[in-house]
């Protein structure tokens, strides 16, 4: 249903592979990975979004979900794009790792590995005109770690977002709670999302 509106953003990138094609099969995946109910968000996708690493000798890594990520292709930070009719922004993207140090024992978790706000659609490339409120990190599951889930959601953006003041750019990136956050800033349910895993380096 959305591959008509993927060429102009393809177009935006050197070489792409990889991304997820269909609602559907994100959906699925992200409950197949149990995402929905150990970050306690609703997840029903209406657009998809397009996570693209950048990287310095070979083209892009762009995600689809539940993809495994090298962590040295990981450094970022991601640029984001959003496939979909959902309008132009403002848009907040957030992206949480659950399983932190460990799958099985995520007492450090949420990890906010990015959180920023008042990101717009340039032809499904969303620029933010704002700096990030949580910069991205770069994935570092602990040795010993299966791989963690790192999962990056978008919001429509709430008319008093800019005025929040739960978290700011001193606040600590864990113990994040993206389910709290988001019922306490008004951002709802993401509109769309993906995920990848990324395992610590052998
Ligand atoms: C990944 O590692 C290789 C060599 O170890 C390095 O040349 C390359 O720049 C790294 N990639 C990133 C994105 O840091
Ligand atoms: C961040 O929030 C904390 C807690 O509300 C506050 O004490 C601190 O001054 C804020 N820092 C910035 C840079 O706004
Ligand atoms: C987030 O908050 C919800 C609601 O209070 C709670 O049930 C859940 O355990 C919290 N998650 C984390 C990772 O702290």
Redesign the pocket.
Known sequence: MLLSLIAPLLSLAVVVFGQDLSTATVKKAFDDASIPQDIELKFDPVALLEVT??????PPVVLNAGIMV?R????GPPKFGVIGDVGNGPFVVATVDPDAPTPADPTEAQIRHFLGGNFFSNNGLLVNNTPAISEFQQPTPPAGSPAHRYIFMVFHQPAAFNQQKLINSSSSISNFNISVFAREVGLGEPIAGTFMLVAPPS
């Open positions: 690493f950048p990287q310095n000798d070979s090298p040295n292709d990981t450094a």
